[in-house]
C-alpha cells in the first residue's frame, strides 16, 4: 500500500512537464499582437484630426511642460511598443538559462500584454491630450503603474533563474536557494509597491512620488535582501 502511495507520488511530480518556450501563438500572445494592431489603428485613425504640435510631457503637477509635432509625438510610442515587443521575445532565445522560461512562460508573457496595455493608455491619453480633452497623468499614471507593479510582482514570483528577467544580483544568480527566498518576498513587496501606487489617485501633485519611492524602495530592499541571505547560506555551508 504504502509503495502503491509512494509511486502515485512520484508519477504525479514526474508526469508534469511544463510546454517548452517556443514561438507557438497562444491567447495572450494573440492579445499581444491585438493591442499592437489596436495602438497602430487608433493612431493612424486619429491622426487628421491633430493639431500641428501636441502634449508629450507633464510635470508633476501634472502639467504640460513638453510639446512634440504630432507625426514625431503620436509615433513614438508605437515604435517604442514594436522594438520592445520584439526585445521582449528574443530574451528567452538567447538566455543560456532559456530552458527556465517554459517554468513561468505565461506569467511573462502576460507581463509583455499587461506592459503593452500600460503604452497603450498612455498614447490613448496623449491623443485625448492632443483633441482637447485634457485628462489630468496624476490621475492616469498611479493607475497604470500601479496596475503593472502589482503584475509585475506575480511575475517576480514565479520567475526561475534567468539572465534577464527578475531581481538578477551576483547572490541570486549564485544560488538557487537565495533566488527563490529573495523573488517571493520581492514579488509581495512589488505587489505593495503598486497597490501604493494606485493610491496616488487621491494625492494630486503628489502622485508621482508615491508611484517612484515604494518601487525604488522595495528594489534595493529586494538587492540588499539577497546579499544577506547569500551571506546566511555561505555561513551556514561553512559551519557545516
Known sequence: MQGGLTDALLVSKTSYSPA???????????????????????????YPALPGMIPSHWNMAGEVDGFL???WGVLIIPLLMVLLTAFFFLLPRIDPL???????????????????????????????????????????????????FIY????????????????RTPWTLSSEQVWK?????????????????????????YAFWLVLVPVLAVTVYAVAYSYFEYQKEMQGTSAG
Do not use: C
Request: charged share 10%; proline share 4%; hydrophobic share 55%.
Open 152 to 167: 509585475l510582482g506575480f511575475l517576480v514570483e514565479h520567475a526561475e533563474q534567468n539572465w534577464f528577467v527578475g531581481i
Open 20 to 46: 517548452p518556450y517556443t514561438g507557438e501563438m497562444t491567447p495572450v500572445r494573440y492579445g499581444i499582437v491585438a493591442v499592437l494592431i489596436l495602438t497602430l489603428a487608433i493612431t493612424i485613425l486619429v
Open 98 to 148: 532559456k530552458e527556465n522560461y517554459r517554468k513561468f512562460r505565461a506569467y511573462y508573457d502576460g507581463f509583455i500584454l499587461v506592459f503593452l496595455v500600460f503604452f497603450l493608455l498612455i498614447q490613448v491619453q496623449i491623443i485625448l491630450w492632443g483633441l482637447g480633452y485634457q485628462i489630468s497623468p496624476n490621475l492616469i499614471i498611479p493607475l497604470l503603474a500601479g496596475a503593472l
Open 69 to 71: 509635432p504630432t507625426i
Open 181 to 205: 527566498k529573495t523573488h517571493a518576498l520581492g514579488g509581495k513587496l512589488f505587489k505593495i509597491a503598486g497597490i501604493i501606487a494606485l493610491a496616488g489617485v487621491f494625492f494630486g501633485d
